[in-house]
């Protein structure tokens, strides 16, 4: 496992797919290192790849009105993605570019060593909950892995999408608060 100094010199310089050809910058990742709650993200967009930060186009303004919603904020979680280049035209990052990607994901996880993961859309999810996962039927479910609870919501991006969807995110995040509220050290 790197530290994160030599992590994030790695992942900026990272050539392992063809993202690296197309992108402005690299989005690390950002918030609290010491988080007990990590949102994953499945890969930058547009805003994101011109600024290098994760969640600042209209669906990070989003995300941040719903953690201001159950307590929360960038200085008290950490935000990264699966990949962290952005694919063209924002498709889904593809099998091998996620595979490319989550070793850094996975370190990224390591260092934190978060009480709660937050997958934020299907894509997340699939990867990192269970392959078959169905982000209509499952999001707000929670599971347990290593340790470590999960669930999954929908990305902000698809609430801007289908605002009907808001009332079943609203109930998640409020599970959500009910689950740090019980199994984290920190006061949200």
């Known amino acids: 496992m790197k530290d994160w100094e030599a992590l994030r010199s790695e992942c900026m310089s990272c ?4 993202l690296a050809e197309t992108r402005t910058n690299v989005v690390f ?3 609290n290192q010491e988080a007990e709650v990590m949102f994953i993200g499945e890969g930058p967009g547009e805003q994101e790849d011109r600024t290098g930060r994760p969640f600042v186009g209209r669906g990070g303004k989003l ?8 307590g929360l ?28 990607c989550i070793g850094y994901l996975r370190n ?7 009480k709660i993961i937050v997958c ?4 997340a999810a699939v990867k990192l909950i269970r392959s078959d996962f169905k982000i209509t039927k499952e999001h707000g479910q929670w599971v347990e892995k290593a340790g470590v609870h ?3 919501i929908y990305h902000p991006a698809a609430l801007l999408r289908d605002p009907s969807k808001r009332p079943d995110t609203f109930a998640d995040l409020k599970a959500i ?3 740090i509220q019980e199994i984290c050290d920190h006061t949200y």
């Open 108 to 114: 990224q996880v390591a260092l934190i060593r978060p």
């Open 73 to 100: 904020d960038r200085t008290k979680i950490y935000i990264a993605n699966m990949v962290k280049c952005r694919p063209p035209k924002n498709r889904d990052p593809l099998p091998a570019e996620q595979e490319a």
């Open 177 to 179: 608060q009910a689950r």
């Open 63 to 70: 995300l941040d009105e719903m953690l201001g919603m159950i």
């Open 15 to 18: 050539q392992n797919c063809g």
């Open 150 to 152: 999960m669930t999954a």
């Open 29 to 31: 990742g950002e918030g």
């Open 120 to 123: 934020l859309g299907r894509v």
